[in-house]
């Protein structure tokens, strides 16, 4: 079974229809995968704020995201390390 695997139905969005703009494509996910995703980005959103708080003083947003970022391609490089 693949997680990523998804599948796209088209919804209807008003009746009667006249062309397939009355039609929206709704992604239908595994649950497994919806639930893994949620418990990732928590962690993400955790890590990404503490790490904010302490880069952020008295700093600008650019340079918080580029120290965010710096740290977490630094991280990638070690050996055995990931995401």
């Given at each position: 079974?693949c997680?990523k695997?998804?599948?796209?139905?088209?919804?209807?969005?008003?009746?009667?229809?006249?062309?397939?703009?009355?039609?929206?494509?709704?992604?239908?996910?595994?649950?497994?995968?919806?639930?893994?995703?949620?418990?990732?980005?928590?962690?993400?959103?955790?890590?990404?704020?503490?790490?904010?708080?302490?880069?952020?003083?008295?700093?600008?947003?650019?340079?918080?995201?580029?120290?965010?970022?710096?740290?977490?391609?630094?991280?990638?490089?070690?050996?055995?390390?990931?995401?």
């Amino acid at each position: 079974m693949c997680l990523k695997t998804t599948t796209i139905i088209p919804v209807l969005k008003k009746s009667p229809v006249s062309c397939l703009n009355d039609y929206r494509p709704v992604a239908l996910t595994p649950i497994i995968m919806k639930c893994f995703e949620r418990l990732l980005m928590r962690q993400i959103k955790d890590l990404l704020f503490t790490i904010t708080v302490c880069v952020s003083s008295n700093r600008s947003t650019d340079d918080a995201i580029t120290t965010t970022l710096h740290l977490a391609l630094t991280h990638l490089d070690n050996k055995n390390s990931y995401v």
